[in-house]
């Protein structure tokens, strides 16, 4: 693939974007456009990234943005509700979002596809998220447009505000960190620089309307993910598991006084649904060599240039 093939991300001012953007640039690609509609954090990567094109604008509503698909070599499509108290904006931005930029890029004829979409499509989890990345998984599938479709599992790094990185910050902040029950849950928590390397690979080889799990290679149970971040950011918080009921209902007060809150009773039910996930050989596959674990981690709060870059809910 040229360098300087046009990169059409909607959804780019994410995590997943975030890095993504940072690796294009060091793989040599410069005719990038991202778009998203979160101001704070689309300015943040405008403001990294100045030679790229970066639009503010909401994918669910029609209007100049799609123009900029025009001569576009692949759209990678990163757009989607994570968390929420309601339902709506489920379906605006994992479903209808996505009917808008499919009708973008058929308008524009773009040749192939990358969908970012989750675990969870696979899962035992019954949720918002979950019911509507499936149906929005679909609707890539059944576009009739060239596609790769990844499907990751939990995933941390640099500019993370949700999940690992929230519980690391919260774990700073305060000087007893609650567990739920024993806090045996099994994780697979996946690098999302490994991540980026897959897509990036998607991009560029363009297998045809093929479907990938990308699985983080390690498992780790939640409980010693905490006691990693505990060690690898050097703090002296002490660790304090409690009912499983009594964090459930804490996590449902707390919602009650934020109206964005990073972590959810739905993500609690998620967290202990006990889901484990074959490894696919992606490694192999994309010719990407997982980054150990607690070597990610120690990436991720110590990188001199990006660690200090935290996005807004």
Known sequence: MDKNSKIVIPGAAGLVGQNLIVMLKEQGYKNIVAIDKHEHNTEMLRNLHPEITVILADLAEPGEWMDSFSGAEVL??????????????????????????????????????????????????????????????????????????????????????????????????????????????????????????????????????????????????YIDIIRTIKRVKKLNTIILNIPYSLFYYLLKIYAIFSSKPPFTADQLKALTAGDTFTVYPWGEEFGVTPTPFEAAMHETHHHPAYSKYILKP
């Open 76 to 221: 990678i499509m990163l757009q989607a509700q994570i968390t929420s108290k309601t339902s709506e904006p489920f379906v605006r931005n994992n479903i209808v979002a996505t009917e808008v930029i499919l009708n973008a890029a058929q308008k524009y004829r773009v040749p192939y596809i990358v969908h970012i979409s989750s675990s969870v499509v696979v899962s035992v989890a019954d949720d918002d998220y979950t019911n509507t990345k499936k149906a929005q998984e679909e609707l890539v599938v059944n576009s009739g447009f060239k596609y790769c479709v990844v499907r990751p599992t939990l995933m941390f790094g640099w500019f993370d505000k949700k999940h690992l990185g929230w519980l690391s910050r919260f774990m700073k902040w305060v000087p007893v960190f609650p567990i739920p029950g024993d806090g045996k849950y099994l994780r697979q928590p996946l690098y999302v620089r490994d991540f980026c390397a897959v897509i990036i690979k998607a991009m560029e080889r363009k297998p045809e309307n093929k479907v990938y799990d990308i699985t983080g290679v390690e498992n780790v149970d």
